[in-house]
């Protein structure tokens, strides 16, 4: 932000024509280097208007208004020219503005856009009020223009040209001689102060000590990976190892005890299994006595106690028993608690699996019903309260390894054992989707349930603001739904959530809020499923508009119809058909703005259209009218059948064929002429084309170069 900042500042300010910025951090600092910069900003001329020359001048001479004017401007009164405007007469006076110096500009402004650098929270340190904030007390500033000081302050800190080396290996004050030197100079005092060249010497440093076991590997782990980079200066890895004995519990919670807890990286042998070692990245270059490992592995070993005290003391109950003690446990004060939750989220599952078996999709009997049963219980658990990672992971593990306890087969309980494992898949858009159909269902219904309910409230996303977790909570079931292939409605699967509140705290601001809430909820999944096809899928965006204007509400039915849409887009005639689409529209809204009011029924059957058509054929003054005619008459079923059969490419190519005809009535043909029964033929025809082939999408939304 910082970089994107400076760079805004240097082009508005006219210092370079084109931002050229490099930006270094570390924990300790943040640089940002722009280059080719101007010693002062160009000199320009401007015109400056004044006041109408009514009020300029009276009678011929110049009023106090004038000259007030010609001051500002810096000239005589009689040097003020007139101008013609839209808006009438005025004075005005063209002035040469000559430019600051660069250094004089920086030092103005560069601490002002330090202070509008966003944080979710900042601090104030200095006693008494003052404006300036940041993340952390700022201990230094460097502010160079070639080799000189810019003359800047932030916050009681005045720059100057000295900087600070490494916490530990150099712990001397270094002077930059110039914003070239910047790298190698903080190079000299032991600090890599370019992120890349950092993870690429951590990379390297964890491949080298995992070579000292034969045939293992450092497990890639890119979030663990961005943080190390960022917590060091100056890295280098370290090789420790822990008891084998511990390989016996999960190695869910092996890894997250390592990476969450410690931020150690796993090591895995040949076979990808977890080998009894960890690799720790240190700000520092070295461990010549070990002493830092041995205490890395003393610190492990203690976690790795502890989680297995918690793992031995949980299995004292089993999960049954704890879906009792969900009663005391908060899901949100206003929806009461997560045994609440859970009814509610089980029956919605039920009804989600309906609909999917209805639809002809295998579901395993009872999994759903029994993992969305079990799927919280796991907030009971000494584990998760521990390590609050695992939730739901420890449901899954427990789930597993209870199979006797909760009497049902070995390969029943890994199902619902996956199901419950999953729940929270995905967490993001990179993450996967639940392994199994039953996942997918336990997953859809948590999130539906938590989404209903918070709307409900009206604790609705807004800006950078979603405490609850909505946003990936609806990118969640989208991704879900496209990705499984799951025949669900977005709007069927809502109006279910809405449901399962009877009854509920919830209830009463859902009967007084319903038209806020269908069109909150509708908005909101319409920008999930929006944001998926374009970010997720990469669409076009006019694409994504085009299909959403169709239908926002049938996942993988968008997905095809944008792929559809995608694979026509470039060709000529669907250019000219989109733009010819746009071209209807425009004319339909014209006649609906004057109150012209075709009178065709568009849910009537096909025949019935078709028997309209006919006789508007026939009374045709034009023949491309009769030629449009003919080929909506001809297309229009064919296009029916298409998107009946799901096959959207062969519809589109259908309404791309309507080309000719439609050109060659655009070209011939006037709509909106007096003529009363010809104008409201043609807009019936209009119409018909419109509503017919918006089926797949509103391509009057495509982008095209005559836009």
Known sequence: ELAKRVGDLVQRERLAEAANVEWYSTPRRLAVVAKSLRASQPDVQEQLTGPSTKVAFKDGEPTPAAHAFAKKAGMDVGAIEKITTPK???????????????????????????????????????????????????RWMVALLDGKVVPLEFDGITAGNTS???????????????????????????????????????????????RR??????????????????????????????????????EEVLVTVMRDHQKYFAVEDANGKLAPHFLAVLNTTSDPDGLIRHGNERVLRARFNDARFFWNTDQKFDLRQRFEWLKSVTFQKDLGSYYEKTIRSQKLASLITQTVLDAGVTVRPGVVHKAMCLAKTDLTTELVKEFTELQGVVGGLYTKAQAERLEVAQETANA?????????????????????????????????????GMFALGLIPSGSKDPFALRRAANGIVKIIAE???????????????????????????????????????????????FYLREAKGFQYDVVNAVLASDADDVVDAIARAEAVTTVRGSEDFIAVSAAFRRMKNILKQAEEKKIHPVLNLREDASSVKLRMGEYEKRAEHPEEAAL???????????????????????????????KPVDAFFDKVMVMVDDEQKRTARLLLLLAIVSQFDAIADFSEIVTEKN
Not at 98 to 111: D, F, H, T, W
Not at 125 to 133: A, C, D, L
């Open 88 to 138: 009438g007469e005025y004075i005005a006076a063209t002035v040469s503005k000559k430019g600051r110096p660069a250094a004089e500009i920086l030092g103005e402004l560069l601490p002002k856009e330090i202070n509008g650098i966003y944080w979710p929270k900042s601090m104030y340190w200095r006693p008494g009020k003052t404006s300036e904030r940041f993340v952390r007390p700022v």
């Open 164 to 210: 600070r080396g490494h916490r530990i290996l150099s712990q001397r004050e270094v002077t930059l001689s110039s914003p070239s030197g910047y790298r190698e100079t903080l190079a000299s005092v032991a600090v890599v102060v370019d992120r890349a060249e950092r993870e690429h010497k951590i990379r390297k440093a964890l491949d080298a000590a995992t």
């Open 213 to 250: 076991i034969p045939g293992a590997r450092w497990r890639e782990d890119k979030d663990l990976l961005d943080t190390v980079v960022n917590l060091t200066e100056s890295p280098a890895a370290i090789l420790g190892s822990f008891d084998p004995e511990f390989l016996s519990l999960p």
């Open 416 to 452: 619902i054992g996956n199901a419950v494992y999953d729940q929270y898949k995905p967490v993001s858009m990179e993450d996967g989707v639940p392994r199994s159909v039953e996942g997918a269902i336990v997953a859809i219904a948590d999130k539906a349930d938590t989404i209903a």
């Open 484 to 530: 499984c292939r799951l025949p669900l409605s977005l709007r069927a699967v809502f109006e279910d959530a809405r449901t399962e509140y009877q009854g509920s705290e919830a209830e009463l601001r859902f009967t007084a809020a319903e038209a806020d809430y269908k069109k909150s909820i509708t908005d909101f999944l319409r920008e999930r499923l929006d």
């Open 629 to 659: 005619v003919r080929a909506y008459v001809d297309v229009a079923p064919k296009f029916q059948a298409s998107v009946q059969s799901k096959n959207y490419k062969e519809a589109v190519s259908l309404v791309a064929a309507l080309r």
